[in-house]
Nanobody, 114 residues
Framework: QVQLVESGGGLVQPGGSLRLSCVASGSTFILNPMGWYRQAPGKQRELVATITVGYSTNYVDSVKGRFTISRDNAKNTVYLQMNSLKPEDTATYYC????????WGQGTQVTVSS
């Protein structure tokens, strides 16, 4: 079974930074694309960023200029560098991947608060 395991979440003050990591395992095929979703309490799940095997990226408008998605294909790992964090970024962040099906990780909590 394909598994995605996130790490790197935590509590950070507004304006701070965090880097999330997600390691994929169990897939015969490379995940393409990979990305990050987030979901805050009472809100719908939102696609934050995606990255293809060829390193093409897309971002939701609210994080453009602040977040950077990257991946290491050899390590089957995707990262999300989050800078200039805002309270509205508070959410559970889920790693995503596609390989003939959709896969999501269990999530890592990001809390931005003073």
């Amino acid at each position: 079974q394909v598994q995605l395991v996130e790490s790197g979440g935590g509590l950070v003050q507004p304006g701070g930074s965090l880097r999330l990591s997600c390691v994929a395992s169990g897939s015969t095929f490379i995940l393409n694309p990979m990305g990050w979703y987030r979901q805050a309490p009472g809100k719908q799940r939102e696609l934050v960023a995606t990255i293809t095997v060829g390193y093409s990226t897309n971002y939701v408008d609210s994080v453009k200029g602040r977040f950077t998605i990257s991946r290491d294909n050899a390590k089957n790992t995707v990262y999300l560098q989050m800078n200039s964090l805002k309270p509205e970024d508070t959410a559970t962040y889920y790693c995503y991947g596609w390989a003939r099906s959709h896969y999501w990780g269990q999530g890592t909590q990001v809390t931005v608060s003073s």
